[in-house]
Each structure stands twice: as C-alpha cells, then as structure tokens.
C-alpha cells in the first residue's frame, strides 16, 4: 500500500523509522517533508502535502507527524476528501479505519516511544472499514456537509436549533 507521510521537525526522526519500517512491511512510502531538521518549520506545509495526496490517491492511507498530533491533524482535516483521525493508542488506530474510515492518522512524535507509534501505524493500515450501515450514514452526513455547508436535520423531538 501507499502510505503518504509528512511532518515538521517534531516527527523528522519517527517519519524516517516509519519510512524505513514501512519499506520492508512491503508499503510504499511516499515522503512530503520536512527533509531536514529545521526547528522554526511550519507542520502545515508538509501535512498539508501528505493529506492532499492521500486523498487524491485512491487505495492509499496517510501518516501525519508532529509534536502533538492536534495541529496535524487539524491541517489535514482542511483537505477536502480527508478524514483524519488523532491516535494516541491501539484502540484509537483500530477504530479509526472500522467507524471513521479514516484516511489519514495523525500521531504525535514526542507523546509515546517510537515502538508504540510504529506499532499504531501499523494497526492502522492492517484494519479495514467495517462498512457498517451506522457508520456509512455517519460518514455521508459528514461528506454531505463538507460539500454543502449544511447541517444534518435534528433528530425528531430536538429542539430547534436556529434560534
């Protein structure tokens, strides 16, 4: 699989592990910066990069690296067609493919040793979409609203919202 990374100093010594391991996992790395340690880059610029290709790359999934993983994640969610997710755990990995069908995870480079985050990646590219009937109509609310603009309708019974 495909996987395309991008991350700004905070993540430059995980994405290089995770380019290495993900290389002989049989993945295809695909690198979009930061290539060099510079301590006043800006994350959006190379996330922005991997998220975009991610999503213009169907089949592929995407890794975004930063200190946190919250600005990352944010950036790549600006990319029309992503879905990122925060992960900081093994349940977080998994549940981003089987409910989200995330298509790009965000990690935080300095929040956990590099074996747990290789090891969250991991999971993340093992686990598929569990297409259920729940989760699609989530997901189409979401894509719905991100081509739109508009909200999904209240459930029966709420009240309204537009006072």
């Known amino acids: 699989m495909r996987v ?25 790395p695909v690198d979009h910066g930061a290539f ?19 999503a213009a790359d169907p089949g592929s999934l995407g890794v975004v690296i930063g200190g946190s993983g919250n600005g990352e994640q944010i950036a790549a969610n600006k990319v029309h067609g992503v879905r990122a997710a925060l992960v900081w755990n093994e349940e977080t ?24 985050m290789t090891h969250f990646v991991d999971l993340f590219l093992a686990t598929a979409f569990t297409g ?8 189409a609310m979401l894509t719905d609203y991100e081509r739109t603009g508009d909200l999904p309708p209240l459930p029966p019974g709420s009240p309204d919202d537009r006072a």
Request: with cysteine; hydrophobic share 40%.
């Open 93 to 116: 990995a998994v549940l981003a493919r089987q409910h989200n069908d995330a298509n790009v995870i965000s990690v935080g480079g300095r929040m956990h040793p590099i074996g747990d």
């Open 4 to 28: 395309h990374l991008g991350t700004d100093h905070a993540g430059l010594d995980l994405k290089r592990h995770l380019i290495d391991h993900l290389r002989q996992q049989g993945h295809e």
């Open 36 to 54: 060099v340690f510079d301590a006043a880059d800006d994350y959006p610029v190379f996330c922005l990069r991997a998220a975009a290709a991610a």
């Open 132 to 139: 259920e009937e729940r989760h699609v109509r989530r997901i």
